[in-house]
């Protein structure tokens, strides 16, 4: 007779290989971990950053944009960066059109004069950002951040929450912003 240690290993096992496919991608959240989203390009690959930052000056990043590699379209409903370090206070998240930015600012001072004025340009974050299958986004994401003391790191990681047929994901992708307070 086998012992307890082994009929649970034996039951654990058993479940693995009966629970139904794509029920391992889902989050606790209810969200399924996505694909959808092209984890390469500009953003992904490098650190974007300063080394001439001060106390008190307030940036803006932007995130990866959203290409959609799938066969579906996608609706983009939030996006995010996930470890913030002690020294940087996110204030908050804009979704913009590039058409309204002359290009991508991967990484703006506020008030400088080659710097969009986010404050004054359509914001579309307070609706899902459709990109059709196969496509790049016209519209990025942006946070926007400002630097309470040296920071202790560099910002990481982005996350993306979307909807495809009827399902809620969240994806996260590889950026990084190192803000190095000057002398």
């Not at 950053?49 to 959203?66: C, D, I, K, T």
């Not at 058409?99 to 914001?123: I, Y």
Request: aromatic letters at 8%; one cysteine or more.
């Amino acid at each position: 007779m086998p012992s307890t240690r082994i009929r649970v290993l034996l039951l654990v096992l058993l479940l693995a290989v009966l629970m139904p496919a794509g029920s391992a991608a889902q989050r606790t959240d209810g969200r399924r971990w996505g694909t959808a989203l092209a984890a390469d390009g500009m953003q992904a690959s490098g650190t974007v950053g300063s080394e001439n930052a001060r106390v008190g000056q307030v940036w803006y990043f932007a995130l990866p944009v959203p290409g959609n590699i799938s066969d579906e379209p996608i609706g983009i409903t939030r996006a995010a960066v996930e470890h913030v370090p002690p020294g940087i206070e996110v204030l908050g998240y804009g979704a913009y059109d590039m058409s309204d930015t002359d290009g991508l600012p991967l990484l703006a001072t506020e008030g400088e004069p080659h710097t969009p004025d986010f404050a004054r340009l359509r914001n579309y974050a307070d609706r899902a950002v459709e990109v059709p299958a196969g496509e790049t986004s016209d519209i990025f994401y942006a946070v926007r951040l400002k630097i309470t003391s040296p920071p202790e790191g560099p910002v990481r990681r982005c996350r993306f929450e979307y909807t495809q047929d009827g399902r809620a994901y969240t994806q996260t992708m590889d950026c990084e912003l190192q803000l190095t307070v000057a002398g």
